[in-house]
Nanobody, 116 residues
Framework: QVQLVESGGGLVQPGGSLRLSCAASGFTFSNYAMRWYRQAPGKERELVAHIGSVGGSTIYADSVKGRFTISRDNAKNTVYLQMNSLKSEDTAVYYC?????????WGQGTQVTVSS
């Protein structure tokens, strides 16, 4: 059974940083790409960052390029999202995702609020 558990969210001032973590279990973590999505109130869920399974190739939404970094530690079955220079528009619930045999699995989400 695939399980994804996010942590690390919170309240941060504009310009600050946070690091999100997603602990994965129930599947061979190193074999699968991992993604971070976010959903702000009243908006659709959007892809923030993607990291491949082999070689760790990365893709970012234009809105976070140069500020966010996705990484993975296959020994710990964990994917991270380092978020720097946070803006108010980054406020959202952040979700970890993987797709196995065309089936999406999601974590419960972690709230990130950027406000002074």
């Amino acid at each position: 059974q695939v399980q994804l558990v996010e942590s690390g969210g919170g309240l941060v001032q504009p310009g600050g940083s946070l690091r999100l973590s997603c602990a994965a279990s129930g599947f061979t973590f190193s074999n699968y790409a991992m993604r971070w999505y976010r959903q702000a109130p009243g908006k659709e869920r959007e892809l923030v960052a993607h990291i491949g399974s082999v070689g760790g190739s990365t893709i970012y939404a234009d809105s976070v390029k140069g500020r966010f970094t996705i990484s993975r530690d296959n020994a710990k079955n964990t994917v991270y999202l380092q978020m720097n220079s946070l803006k108010s528009e980054d406020t959202a619930v952040y979700y970890c995702n993987t797709r196995i045999r065309y089936v999406d699995s999601w974590g419960q989400g972690t709230q990130v609020t950027v406000s002074s």
